[in-house]
């Protein structure tokens, strides 16, 4: 049965370079899934940069709308799946004008598809609540849709780090948080 595993950070956090470390220590078979769309030369230049960086026996998918059946294709070839990034994923559904309960939905699907599956899914995403109100709709619209997607991951995910400034913090192992409330 496969783990999943939700890496949160902001932008620079460390996030990726955490979450590649977890995929090559647990893995000789790593499939690697990109969602972004690069639509301007500086998103094409960070795209070939995070290529760079990844190990050549590495398997990358692009993928930038359907996450479940991919998973369902590769979830039994591989020891790993990392994606990165899903925030990027929700961006690409809004902009085609996707809701949120059809992109949770889809993350349900995705999930089940991994769990049932022998790979370990580690899951890059973007913490993006801890900032300031967006002014515009679209905006708020993304940050409160990664928010409930992030909350519905953390809960089925086995491990949730969060890397601030290049540390990675464990707020979940093994299924057990620490639990701060009152």
Same mark, same amino acid.
């Given at each position: 049965m496969g783990k999943l595993v939700l890496v949160l950070g902001g932008a620079r956090s460390g996030k990726s370079r955490f979450a590649a470390?977890? #995929?090559? #220590?647990?893995?000789?078979r790593t499939a690697f899934v990109a969602t972004c769309v690069p639509a301007d030369e500086e998103m094409k230049q960070r795209v070939a940069q995070h290529r760079s960086s990844r190990p050549k026996s590495w398997k990358t998918f692009e993928e930038p709308e359907d996450l479940a059946g991919l998973i369902a294709k590769i979830k039994n070839d591989f020891d790993c799946i990392l994606l990165d990034c899903l925030t990027l994923w @929700?961006?690409?559904?809004?902009?085609?004008?996707?809701?949120e309960d059809g992109m949770h939905n889809k993350i349900q699907k995705m999930v089940s598809c991994a769990k049932n599956g022998k790979a370990h899914l580690v899951i890059v995403s973007n913490e993006v609540g801890s900032g300031i109100v967006p002014e515009h709709k679209l905006g708020r619209d993304f940050r409160d849709v990664a928010g409930r997607i992030h909350?519905?991951?953390?809960?089925? #995910?086995?491990?949730?780090?969060?890397?601030?400034?290049? @540390?990675?913090?464990?707020?979940?192992?093994?299924?057990?948080t620490k639990n701060y409330s009152l």
């Amino acid at each position: 049965m496969g783990k999943l595993v939700l890496v949160l950070g902001g932008a620079r956090s460390g996030k990726s370079r955490f979450a590649a470390s977890l #995929a090559s #220590a647990k893995s000789k078979r790593t499939a690697f899934v990109a969602t972004c769309v690069p639509a301007d030369e500086e998103m094409k230049q960070r795209v070939a940069q995070h290529r760079s960086s990844r190990p050549k026996s590495w398997k990358t998918f692009e993928e930038p709308e359907d996450l479940a059946g991919l998973i369902a294709k590769i979830k039994n070839d591989f020891d790993c799946i990392l994606l990165d990034c899903l925030t990027l994923w @929700i961006s690409n559904l809004l902009l085609k004008g996707h809701d949120e309960d059809g992109m949770h939905n889809k993350i349900q699907k995705m999930v089940s598809c991994a769990k049932n599956g022998k790979a370990h899914l580690v899951i890059v995403s973007n913490e993006v609540g801890s900032g300031i109100v967006p002014e515009h709709k679209l905006g708020r619209d993304f940050r409160d849709v990664a928010g409930r997607i992030h909350q519905f991951l953390a809960h089925e #995910a086995c491990d949730v780090y969060l890397v601030v400034s290049g @540390i990675p913090y464990a707020i979940k192992k093994n299924g057990k948080t620490k639990n701060y409330s009152l």
